[in-house]
């Protein structure tokens, strides 16, 4: 959600109607930008990408093994 459009919602009364829906926009709030919040979990996310596309490749066939189980 876009500052503007918190800024918006708050100037129409609706977080005042809807108290606890502000809980989560107030944890996002904290002045970090998305791309820098969020940067590690990409990172993650391309690198278990990566590892899955490189199982595919050749006959594509996936092989599976305990680490496509893991949960991080």
């Known amino acids: 959600m876009t500052r503007a459009a918190a800024d918006l919602l ?3 009364g ?4 809807h108290p606890h829906l502000r809980v989560g926009l107030d944890q996002l709030a904290d002045g970090v930008e998305p ?3 969020f940067a590690p979990a990409t990172e993650r996310a391309q ?3 990566d590892a899955y596309q490189a199982q595919c ?3 594509g066939r996936v092989r599976r ?3 496509c189980a893991r949960v991080a």
Do not use: H, K, N, V
């Open 35 to 37: 791309e820098t919040r």
């Open 14 to 17: 609706w977080f005042a109607q």
């Open 57 to 59: 490749a050749g006959d």
């Open 10 to 12: 708050t100037a129409e």
């Open 65 to 67: 093994s305990p680490d």
């Open 47 to 49: 690198t278990i990408l």
